[in-house]
């Protein structure tokens, strides 16, 4: 991958840290940390300020290039969104689909912090259905 093209199609100013950043997480199997981005730093000899890293992750996550995994008690950790699978939720009572983003990759970074346990099967087989807002407002109307 091109990683100063994919930069200026998001638009994004190209510096050296920017860079260095997005290749550390594109080359990273799993979401990483702060701390180990800046670790990666440090095994290339390279000098970044933390401030810098946050700042390019914020902006990097601003322009749907990352993805934010809330690991719980301040802690977070970031992967690059490779893929854009999706799910149909469809309401019970008049049908209506609306298409929401998997969850897995969240799932995923949740059981690994918290078991370091890294799943390398993914079988989701099945429909999500429920009622939406509409019909259970009428619902409850009398």
């Known amino acids: 991958m091109d990683i100063e093209k994919y930069l200026r199609k998001y638009g994004i100013k190209v510096t050296q840290a920017r860079l260095n950043i997005l290749d550390i997480l594109y080359k990273s199997e799993s979401a990483i940390n702060v701390e180990d981005l800046f670790q990666e730093y440090k095994k290339k000899n390279i000098n970044v300020d933390l401030s810098t ?5 914020e902006l990097f996550e601003n322009k749907k290039i990352i993805r934010k995994f809330d690991l719980d008690k301040g802690r977070y950790s970031y992967a690059v969104i490779r893929k854009n699978h999706k799910h149909i939720l469809q ?3 008049c049908e209506k689909q609306v298409e929401i983003d998997c969850p897995m990759q969240q799932i995923e970074e949740i059981i690994k912090s918290k078991t370091d346990f890294v799943l390398v099967d993914e079988e989701l087989d099945f429909k999500i259905s429920g009622i939406c807002k509409d019909c259970r407002n009428k619902q409850l109307k009398p």
């Open 53 to 57: 890293i946050y700042r390019t992750l």
């Open 91 to 93: 309401c019970k009572v």
